[in-house]
């Protein structure tokens, strides 16, 4: 099984390829992260310029996925308690 692992992992530099080639692609960057935490990039059709704006609006999309389930209560508690600190702080006392 480790074996399989190893390998999987070895080879992860081809996936960004295999996907644009099989979705007709310009470009694909994958993030992967092991049990560990250690994070692995790996890039096809994009140079860092390219890499770090796609990044970026990814950042963007998740955060507003994610402000948009705490607005909707569907957040992690902990999500939930920060955003009921903060419309208390701003004096916010409505949904």
């Known amino acids: 099984m480790s074996d399989q692992k190893t390998s999987l992992l070895s080879e992860l530099d081809k996936l960004p390829a295999a996907i644009c ?3 007709n692609l310009s470009g694909v960057i994958v993030l992967a992260r092991d049990a560990q935490g250690i994070v692995q990039f790996c ?5 860092n310029a390219v890499a770090n704006e796609m990044l970026s609006i990814g950042i963007y999309c998740n955060l507003s996925q994610h402000y948009e389930h705490v607005i909707q209560g ?3 508690a902990e999500a939930q308690r920060i955003a009921q600190q903060i419309k208390q702080s701003n004096g916010v006392n409505h949904e």
Do not use: S
């Open 43 to 47: 890039g096809h059709g994009v140079n």
């Open 21 to 23: 080639e099989a979705n």
């Open 74 to 76: 569907l957040a992690g």
